[in-house]
């Protein structure tokens, strides 16, 4: 059983720059593909980044792409989401998620991931 505890969210302005990280217990974390999904009040809970076991096959969804970064540390158990130039509708609950597939199409639908943290929320005013 793994856990999931995310930390780093918070209210910025437009513009400004958040770190996420997920610290990760009770499991073996460098067998899990990680991901960062978030969901918007009112909204679906989607995929925003994911990353490898090793960390060498990530994906972002387009409208992240060239502003956030996913990463891990796999000696520390934890994955982080570098968020820059944030904007209001960035605003969500972001959630870190474990599964044991690959990075790959699967790996972006949130029903294939087996842990999931308790969320952290990020708001961005304009």
């Known amino acids: 059983q793994v856990q999931l505890v995310e930390s780093g969210g918070g209210l910025v302005p437009a513009g400004d720059s958040l770190r996420l990280s997920c610290a990760a217990s009770g499991g073996t974390f460098s067998s899990y593909t990680m991901g960062w999904f978030r969901q918007a009040s009112g909204k679906e809970r989607d995929v925003v980044a994911a990353?490898?076991?090793?960390?060498?096959?990530?994906y972002y969804t387009d409208s992240v792409k060239g502003r956030f970064t996913i990463s891990r540390d796999n000696s520390k158990n934890t994955v982080y989401l570098q968020m820059n130039s944030l904007k209001p509708e960035d605003t969500a609950v972001y959630y870190c998620?474990?599964?044991?597939?690959?990075?790959?199409?699967?790996?972006?639908?949130?029903?294939?991931?087996?842990?999931w943290g308790q969320g952290t929320q990020v708001t961005v005013s304009s």
């Open positions: 990353i490898s076991r090793s960390g060498d096959n990530i």
């Open positions: 998620a474990a599964t044991k597939l690959p990075v790959s199409t699967r790996s972006t639908r949130r029903s294939n991931y087996d842990y």
